[in-house]
């Protein structure tokens, strides 16, 4: 068994890394310009959701920096503005572990903005535990607060349209399942608490952000919001800071010399929240700038409509 773990393990990693010196990821080609344009961007202190809030202020947008931890958040901020020279770009505080906070943040953000062009729902964790709500970390945090969020936020994407939503997944939603029956009873998709659950429970909450995707295309046709999910690529970020510190170790030679960076890595959310035409693609799922096939478990129509009246139900919007 373990030799069979080291052997896969290897054929794993040799193909990521023939994958990053070989195979050059895309960019994305749109050059728009975002003047009058307001964004937001959850997660945007670090890793990916930095560089693509990053750019997006580049491009005149009003942003705003849709995070849960002030000091980390203002630095950033205070980057981004000189990165930039654009003083368009806000914090406003948002915890995705709290449907409180999620709640809150929308109406601060319904009061006191007048737009809404993108939403951009990037943060993520790859952490077990539970949050404020008693949910599973990795199903609350990158599902049901990003659903909550979107659906609060939904009438005025509407009014502002055309407009998107762009909802940062993996390619581990391949990996995935959707377990309602798991769910009813824990209020998360897996239990355990080994590499290998964690894992398996972060690809099935990437799984739901694919699935919510595939519904909310659905919901909003005839409107002019449009909607995406993405695999960034693989990308050298914070998001393995809470795994096992000997995995950590292992991986951070490997990430370091292979992974690509937080720039390459938001080319494929800029594409979806930007490039021209994308809209008859609403509820796609994009990798390296490029729209993909998804397996059927992932474009279900049964349980998309499931997983959104559960979550309906588990954020109290019913
Ligand atoms: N890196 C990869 O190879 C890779 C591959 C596939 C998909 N992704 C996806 O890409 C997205 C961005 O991840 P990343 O790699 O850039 O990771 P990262 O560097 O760890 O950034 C994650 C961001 O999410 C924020 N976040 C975590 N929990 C939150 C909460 N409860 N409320 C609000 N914000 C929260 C973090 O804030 P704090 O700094 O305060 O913790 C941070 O800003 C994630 O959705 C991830 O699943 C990444
Ligand atoms: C990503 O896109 C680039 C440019 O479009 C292409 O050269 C490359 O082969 C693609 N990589 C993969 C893995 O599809
Ligand atoms: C969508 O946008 C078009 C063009 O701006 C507009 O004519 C139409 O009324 C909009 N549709 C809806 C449902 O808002």
């Given amino acids: ?50 560089m693509t809030a990053l750019d997006l202020a580049r491009r005149g ?21 000189r990165e930039s020279g654009s003083n368009e770009v806000v914090f406003m505080h948002l915890d995705l572990g709290s449907l409180k906070s999620v709640r809150s943040f929308a109406e601060t953000f319904l009061k006191t903005e007048r737009r809404l062009d993108l939403l951009i729902n990037n943060a993520g964790i790859y952490m077990q535990g539970s949050t404020e709500d008693g949910l599973g970390m990795m199903f609350g945090v990158n599902h049901i607060g990003h659903f909550l969020l979107t659906n609060l936020l939904l009438d005025r994407l509407k009014e502002c349209g055309p407009s998107r939503v762009v909802n940062v997944a993996s390619l581990g939603h391949n990996f995935g399942k959707i377990d309602f029956n798991c769910l009813s009873t824990h209020k998360e998709l897996g239990v355990g608490e080994s590499a290998t659950d964690v894992f398996n429970i972060y690809c099935n909450s990437k799984l739901c952000n694919v699935v919510f995707t595939h519904e909310l295309a659905k919901r909003l046709k005839d409107t002019n919001v449009t909607c995406y999910s993405l695999h960034p690529g693989i990308i050298e970020t914070e998001l393995g800071r809470y795994a096992n510190s000997a995995f950590l170790m292992l991986l951070k030679p490997i990430s370091m010399l292979f992974f690509k960076n937080s720039v390459a890595g938001s080319q494929t959310t800029l594409h979806c929240a930007l490039q021209e035409g994308l809209e008859p693609l ?10 993909r096939n998804v397996y059927p478990k992932a474009r279900d129509d049964a349980v998309a409509k499931k997983l959104w009246e559960v979550s309906e139900s588990l954020c109290g919007l019913l």
């Fill in 1 to 50: 068994m373990a030799v069979f773990l080291l052997l896969a393990g290897m054929v794993v990693v040799g193909y990521m890394i023939f994958h990053n010196i070989f195979v050059k990821g895309a960019v994305c080609k749109s050059n728009v310009k975002l003047y009058g344009k307001t964004v937001i961007v959850t997660g945007s202190n670090t890793g990916i959701g930095k």
């Fill in 282 to 291: 609403s509820g796609c799922y994009f990798s390296n700038c490029t729209v």
């Fill in 61 to 81: 947008a009003r942003v705003i920096l849709a995070c849960r931890n002030k000091q980390r958040a203002e630095a950033a901020l205070a980057d981004i503005k």
